[in-house]
């Protein structure tokens, strides 16, 4: 349990330092993690709803703070490259991640174009069944993502390796919130990129 424990701790502090530079990142993420967490408990009262949430708000959050506000290029926080850092991602890098929200902004247009899925689904009636078969369509590819990047990590390395990363992404939230809360503020005094001294190399 310990070393799963420190092998959980090594794999956050690599998110944090590699990818978590940007101080409008860092608060992107505090507002996800929030909204995660909205999302966990309406998972238990209406999981479609929970999906909608998850996707449309702490996804789209999250996302946009590495896609369009995270610095890429040399780190010199670091002192490795880009290249590098997407090499030894443990979870999605960018590539990944391009690739499934590809499919979550394609899943509506499908259910649109064929709304019993050819036969796999009763047809949804009106709109707000269209929009509960879109919301249990994404509950589905969030439970797939998850077990096809355990499975991917469990044949590249071990299962020990796919399930650690499996426990960081569904407690991220927690974690987002205690390390990014302060982020928000600091964003508001002028600071867009955290200074990281605990992390920084001597030049």
Not at 86 to 105: C, D, F, I, P, S
């Amino acid at each position: 349990m310990n070393a799963f424990l420190q092998e959980l701790r090594t794999l956050r502090w690599d998110d944090h330092r590699y990818y978590h530079q940007s101080r409008i990142n860092q608060s992107l993420h505090f507002v996800s993690a929030l909204s995660f967490l909205a999302a966990y408990a309406l998972l238990f009262v209406d999981p479609p709803l929970a999906a909608i949430v998850g996707w449309c708000v702490s996804m789209v959050t999250r996302q946009s703070g590495h896609f369009f506000f995270e610095p890429r290029g040399f780190d010199r926080v670091n002192q490795v490259s880009d290249e590098y850092k997407e090499a030894v991602k443990v979870g999605y890098n960018m590539q990944r991640k391009t690739v499934l929200l590809a499919v979550w902004l394609l899943i509506p247009l499908m259910l649109w174009i064929e709304p019993a899925l050819f036969g796999l689904i009763e047809p949804a009636q009106g709109f707000t069944g269209f929009v509960h078969d879109v919301g249990s369509a994404w509950l589905m590819l969030a439970a797939t993502g998850l077990a096809f990047r355990v499975v991917q990590l469990w044949k590249q390395d071990r299962l020990r390796t796919g399930l650690i990363w499996l426990v960081k992404i569904l407690t991220d939230p927690f974690h987002d919130i205690a390390l990014y809360h302060k982020a928000p503020l600091r964003l508001l005094r002028g600071e867009l990129i955290d200074p990281m001294p605990h992390v920084r190399h001597p030049s």
